[in-house]
Protein backbone atom coordinates (compact mmCIF):
# COMPACT_ATOMS: atom_id res chain seq x y z
CA UNK A 1 0.00 0.00 0.00
CA UNK A 2 0.85 3.94 -0.38
CA UNK A 3 2.41 5.07 2.75
CA UNK A 4 1.18 8.33 4.04
CA UNK A 5 4.61 9.29 4.37
CA UNK A 6 5.09 8.82 0.64
CA UNK A 7 1.74 10.55 -0.05
CA UNK A 8 2.96 13.47 2.47
CA UNK A 9 6.21 13.45 0.19
CA UNK A 10 4.45 14.52 -2.54
CA UNK A 11 3.36 17.73 -1.12
CA UNK A 12 6.48 18.22 0.15
CA UNK A 13 8.98 19.51 -2.81
CA UNK A 14 10.47 22.86 -2.99
CA UNK A 15 8.16 26.00 -4.31
CA UNK A 16 5.26 28.02 -2.33
CA UNK A 17 3.28 25.64 -1.90
CA UNK A 18 1.91 23.81 1.57
CA UNK A 19 -0.28 21.26 2.17
CA UNK A 20 -2.69 21.05 5.14
CA UNK A 21 -5.25 18.74 6.64
CA UNK A 22 -4.38 15.94 4.49
CA UNK A 23 -6.36 13.38 4.33
CA UNK A 24 -5.54 10.05 2.21
CA UNK A 25 -7.78 6.59 1.66
CA UNK A 26 -5.71 4.49 0.13
CA UNK A 27 -5.58 0.18 -1.04
CA UNK A 28 -3.62 -1.68 -2.58
CA UNK A 29 -3.06 -0.19 -5.99
CA UNK A 30 -5.02 2.93 -5.92
CA UNK A 31 -5.09 5.76 -3.53
CA UNK A 32 -6.83 9.17 -3.20
CA UNK A 33 -5.73 12.12 -0.85
CA UNK A 34 -6.80 16.16 -0.45
CA UNK A 35 -5.78 18.65 1.21
CA UNK A 36 -5.96 22.28 1.92
CA UNK A 37 -3.60 24.02 -0.34
CA UNK A 38 -1.37 27.45 1.12
CA UNK A 39 0.44 29.32 -1.59
CA UNK A 40 3.37 31.68 -0.97
CA UNK A 41 2.90 31.46 2.91
CA UNK A 42 -0.79 32.18 2.93
CA UNK A 43 -2.33 32.17 6.48
CA UNK A 44 -5.79 31.20 4.71
CA UNK A 45 -6.15 28.35 2.28
CA UNK A 46 -6.13 29.27 -1.05
CA UNK A 47 -7.89 26.03 -2.58
CA UNK A 48 -7.36 22.70 -2.75
CA UNK A 49 -6.13 19.74 -4.01
CA UNK A 50 -7.06 16.18 -4.93
CA UNK A 51 -5.09 13.59 -6.38
CA UNK A 52 -5.53 10.23 -7.48
CA UNK A 53 -2.96 7.56 -7.81
CA UNK A 54 -1.98 4.17 -9.47
CA UNK A 55 0.12 1.78 -8.42
CA UNK A 56 2.29 0.79 -11.95
CA UNK A 57 5.19 -1.33 -11.76
CA UNK A 58 6.24 -0.90 -8.54
CA UNK A 59 5.79 2.74 -8.55
CA UNK A 60 2.90 4.97 -7.40
CA UNK A 61 1.93 7.70 -9.80
CA UNK A 62 -0.54 10.22 -9.86
CA UNK A 63 -2.98 9.92 -12.51
CA UNK A 64 -5.67 12.81 -11.77
CA UNK A 65 -4.76 15.64 -10.26
CA UNK A 66 -7.86 18.08 -9.58
CA UNK A 67 -7.18 21.99 -8.23
CA UNK A 68 -10.28 24.17 -6.84
CA UNK A 69 -10.12 27.80 -5.87
CA UNK A 70 -13.40 29.14 -4.34
CA UNK A 71 -13.99 32.61 -6.58
CA UNK A 72 -16.81 35.59 -5.37
CA UNK A 73 -19.55 36.00 -8.03
CA UNK A 74 -20.16 39.98 -8.61
CA UNK A 75 -24.02 40.27 -7.48
CA UNK A 76 -25.30 40.64 -11.37
CA UNK A 77 -22.34 39.35 -12.98
CA UNK A 78 -22.72 36.48 -16.39
CA UNK A 79 -21.36 34.25 -14.12
CA UNK A 80 -23.67 34.79 -11.24
CA UNK A 81 -26.87 34.65 -13.82
CA UNK A 82 -25.73 31.90 -15.48
CA UNK A 83 -25.87 30.02 -11.85
CA UNK A 84 -29.89 30.66 -11.40
Do not use: D
Amino acid sequence: MVSSATLRNIFAGPGPFEATELEITKGETVAFAHCLLHIGGSQEPAGRLTLGLEKARGEWLIAHEHHSYPMEVEQGSQAETQQR
